[in-house]
């Protein structure tokens, strides 16, 4: 289903996948493989992170049974929109949530001394307006030139969108100059076992619930999500004036409308 240079990515919920049995584990992570997914991350919210602290991180005794091949595409990574979790906790990989509207953005000063952890950093959906879009924009700057903090995938360079329109599934699967297909990439699987494109929780996108169908049934599913980033790339992405564009907040916006709002000289307000 996807190509190697796809790098398809699965993301977990800890919380839904300690609630499968060992057996639906193993043969969630074995279909996972099949499909040609490159990597798998479990994301682990940091109230429940004590949960995991006996067991290292479930690294090794939770998948003693899955087969090595399987178990070494694994990566753990603890979710916090807090930075003294990430100060206190001995873990190496964190995603933090920023919030465009908290006054707690001079974060960034501290986050350049945790050169010993590595940070992705993924903003919360926020209002699409000029004032937002330039912070967001200053943001994203900034944080590119700290060697240890990575900006999640759903931060685009806009030149590299409009170079490769692939990346935001905005040009046809069978025709993309790098075979890429229009399934989503990068896929979720919430609290609940609802499987969602790119963490975009929003019901419009939603395929299905992984406890009632396979992954492979429910990728099959017709979506509106790839429909929608190609919208977005026509009406939007051609002649947005900013480096950094937030492809999420975008989708997450047209999701809750339904349709994409075209924009003139843009004017967000």
Not at 52 to 64: A, H, L, P
Not at 101 to 130: A, C, G, P
Not at 174 to 186: A, L, N
């Amino acid at each position: 289903m996807f190509q190697p240079n796809e790098s398809a990515m699965l993301n977990i919920t800890s919380s839904f996948y300690l609630s499968l049995s060992e057996e639906d584990k193993f043969e969630l992570l074995k279909t996972v493989d099949e499909i040609g997914v490159s990597s798998t991350a479990l994301w682990i919210d940091s109230n429940e992170v004590n949960t995991f602290f006996n067991v290292n991180f479930i690294t090794q005794d939770k998948f003693q049974d899955i087969d090595h091949q399987i178990r070494e595409t694994h990566t753990f990574i603890i979710i916090t929109d807090e930075l003294n979790v990430i100060q206190k906790l001995t873990h190496d990989s964190f995603l933090l949530y920023l919030d465009l509207d908290n006054d707690k953005l001079d974060w960034i000063e501290e986050l350049s001394v945790l050169k010993e952890k590595i940070i992705i950093v993924r903003f919360k959906k926020f209002e699409i307006n000029e004032a937002n879009l330039y912070k967001y924009n200053n943001l994203c700057t900034k944080l590119n030139e700290l060697e240890h903090v990575f900006l999640s995938k759903e931060n685009w360079r806009t030149a590299t969108i409009k170079q490769h329109p692939c990346n935001i599934y905005a040009c046809s699967g069978k025709y993309c100059h790098s075979k890429k297909s229009k399934i989503p990439r990068d896929l979720y699987i919430d609290q609940y076992g609802n499987l969602f494109p790119s963490g975009i929780n929003e019901q419009n996108f939603m395929f299905g619930n992984i406890k009632e169908k396979k992954l492979t049934e429910l990728l099959e599913e017709t979506n509106n999500f790839t429909s929608v980033c190609s919208n977005i790339f026509r009406d939007i992405v051609i002649d947005y004036p900013y480096d950094y564009f937030p492809i999420d907040s975008f989708v997450f916006r047209e999701g809750e409308s339904n349709e994409v709002v075209e924009t003139n000289n843009f004017n967000y307000q």
